[in-house]
Every structure is written in structure tokens, then in C-alpha cells.
């Protein structure tokens, strides 16, 4: 017996969907059923904004921000802490920080952890322009704000390595973070305490 198929189309919707994080087979189904339902009002709408997205954004050359300027608008803002740098692994960590409003520092996207068995080294991650960075001067502290996962631990440890190698002074977020969680995921007030009672790393 052959499984019920609505078209290629929709096949191909449902598949796409199926593929952001948090979206099973059957909640990729029911999103693209929504979607079909409210073409006028939910999915042109959409398909306009993702291509005008895909168009518009672009990766900040100098900490991997996501913005529609290059450097972003994190990286231009002259109000911002020039000298400290917040160490993150992916955007949305970026965001979550920003959205509590408790670092008024810079930022560098590391693009993921280390992870020997998905066979992740440092030169997969942009560690080496953190570096560069670091090793330009007028850097005070670098935050390393990274997952309480495994890999995470793991990569803070490497990072704080090579800035201790340049003499920069290097501090972690509290290990009140939940092990296993992951910064996108907390509340304001947590991140609030994790960042008040950092420590050197």
C-alpha cells in the first residue's frame, strides 16, 4: 500500500519545513497545512519576507553577526565596549544575550563547538578571527558565553587556551547555566546571574 502524496509540491514544502529545528514529520505537515490554508495572509506574505531575508541579510565579517549591514550594527555601534568581546557558538546565543540587555560589550560567533565525533576542529569554527582579534590589542576581557553541553565545555576550554596564550584576560558565564541547556533557551534572569557571577576561566 502507497503512502497518500498531495503533490511534489507539497511534498517538497513539508521536507523543507521538516528541516528547521523543532519541526518533526507530522508538525512539518500540519505547518505546511496552515500555510496552504492562509495562502493570502500567512504563506505569500512569507515567501516575499524569506526571499527579501535571503537577499538582504548578510554575515558580519567581523564577529559573524547576522544583519543587514557588514559590519554589522553591533560591531558599529561606538556606545558599545570596544574592548571586551562576548564569545558565543551560534546567532540565536547572540540574540538571547542581547535580548536580556546585560552585556554592552562586542561580540564573536564561533559557528558551533568543537565536536570530535561530528569531526568539528578549531579550524571549522572561526576561532582563528578571534584570535586575530584578540591579538590586535585593546582587548580587556573575552566572555566566553558558551553551552553547558560537553563540546561546549570542551571548546571554552580550548578558547580560554589561546587567549591565556596572549596574555588576554578571560572570564566564563556561572555554572548555574543548566548542564545540557543551551542559551537560546533561557529565561532573561538566568542569563542575568550567569553573567553578574562569571569567573575567570
Known sequence: MTSYSAGPQIDRLIQLLGKLPGLVPRS???AALALLK???DL???LSAALTEAGRAI?????????????PCTLCQDPRREQGMICVVEEV???WAIERAGIFRGRYHVLGGSLSALDGRGPDSLSIGKLVGR???GGIAEV???????VDGQATAHYVAERMHE????????AHGLPVGGELGYLDDGTLNAAFKARRPA
Request: hydrophobic share 45%; aromatic share 0%.
Open 28 to 30: 512539518a505537515r500540519r
Open 38 to 40: 492562509r495562502k493570502a
Open 43 to 45: 504563506l505569500e506574505p
Open 58 to 70: 548578510k554575515t558580519c565579517a567581523v564577529c559573524g553577526n547576522l544583519d543587514t549591514a557588514d
Open 92 to 94: 540565536g546565543d547572540l
Open 134 to 136: 584578540a591579538a590586535s
Open 143 to 149: 566572555v566566553l558565553a558558551l553551552n553547558a553541553t
Open 166 to 173: 596572549l596574555n588576554v584576560p578571560v572570564t566564563r558565564l
